[in-house]
Nanobody
């Protein structure tokens, strides 16, 4: 069982910065792709950024150029550096991870869907 715990959410003025962290339990081999999602009241959950087990990254158009996803496998932690924050970035941010499963010795499969989720951390951006 993999557990994800987000931290770093806070209130910040527009134009400011925050860094979110997501600590995951167990060994890094338990998960493959990881991502940050966000969901504001009355809105659908949105994929903000994803990082694959190979290190490839993707970003939603709304945050591209402002947010950076990274990970430190030595401490089993995923990060989201958020710069030039806008009021519309206000949301609950969730960490998510896909399950990594050994199908044969030395052969691994990464799920297509995100199986593990944190409980979220609130980010509030004000003018």
């Amino acid at each position: 069982q993999v557990h994800l715990v987000e931290s770093g959410g806070n209130s910040v003025q527009a134009g400011g910065s925050l860094t979110l962290s997501c600590a995951h339990s167990g060994y890094i081999v338990s998960v493959c792709d990881m991502a940050w999602y966000r969901q504001a009241p009355g809105k659908e959950r949105e994929l903000v950024s994803l990082i694959s087990s190979r290190g490839a990254t993707t970003y939603a158009d709304s945050v591209k150029g402002r947010f950076t996803i990274s990970q430190n496998n030595a401490v089993n932690t995923l990060y989201l550096q958020m710069n030039s924050l806008k009021i519309e970035d206000t949301s609950v941010y969730y960490c998510a991870a896909k399950r990594r499963t050994a199908v044969l010795p030395g052969v691994w499969r990464c799920d297509g869907d995100f199986s593990y989720w944190g409980q979220g951390t609130q980010v509030t951006v004000s003018s």
